[in-house]
T-cell receptor, first 117, second 113 residues
């Protein structure tokens, strides 16, 4: 069985603060893929990043950065200098290589980020 | 290019009724997936269709069914609606090859009373 845990239900920060969203996953597969999606109030899920289990290189993209650590089964997401437009629900998701369908993602329960002025 | 489009955006039904939700994928995408997102939860996988064939099914009862048409659009049908079926239903399309990312629509908000 696979599971994704996002322990932070809601985070509130003031604009320009840095914020880290935590994600812990469980899987028995040795090959798997991790994702982060953003869900603004409009409802659609916006793809942010995909990371393969065999690639632990961390990544920075603009104000976003991701820290993948297999040893602790974590895939954390940091927003630097947060902005009001970052306010949304953020989901971490997992897909095992042997799921059989490329579209079956297991999502966490999400973290609602509120950025205020 | 147009993104994934879903219709209707909102729907109110009564227990026991049947509902059909529609999805048009991004042009060129051959795979369509359906997810159910109950309020306060993450999306849960219902179905994937690729080239008009079912390629995956989540842990949902037989009241849920879907199909994909030759133009790759898709319909999700839910029979004998229950209060617990109230949710945001999300459609996602992808090229269907390898790990091509899923592109989601804005969803259909279904309320069962």
């Amino acid at each position: 069985a696979q599971k994704v845990t996002q322990a932070q239900t809601e985070i509130s920060v003031v604009e320009k603060e840095d914020v880290t969203l935590d994600c812990v996953y469980e899987t028995r597969d040795t090959t798997y893929y991790l994702f982060w999606y953003k869900q603004p109030p409009s409802g659609e899920l916006v793809f942010l990043i995909r990371r393969n289990s065999f690639d632990e290189q961390n990544e920075i993209s603009g104000r976003y950065s991701w820290n993948f650590q297999k040893s602790t089964s974590s895939f954390n997401f940091t927003i630097t200098a947060s902005q009001v437009v970052d306010s949304a629900v953020y989901f971490c998701a997992l897909r095992n290589r042997n799921t059989g369908t490329a579209s079956k993602l297991t999502f966490g329960t999400g973290t609602r980020l509120q950025v205020t002025l | 290019d147009a993104g994934v489009t879903q219709s209707p955006t909102h729907l109110i039904k009564t227990r026991g009724q049947q509902v059909t939700l529609r999805c048009s994928p991004i042009s060129g995408h051959k795979s369509v997936s359906w997810y159910q997102q109950v309020l306060g939860q993450g999306p849960q996988f219902i179905f994937q269709y690729y080239e008009k064939e079912e390629r995956g099914r989540g842990n949902f009862p037989d009241r849920f069914s879907a199909r994909q048409f030759p133009n790759y659009s898709s319909e999700l049908n839910v029979n004998a609606l229950l209060l617990g079926d109230s949710a945001l239903y999300l459609c996602a399309s992808s090229l269907g090859t390898g790990l091509s990312p899923l592109h989601f629509g804005n969803g259909t908000r279904l309320t069962v009373t």
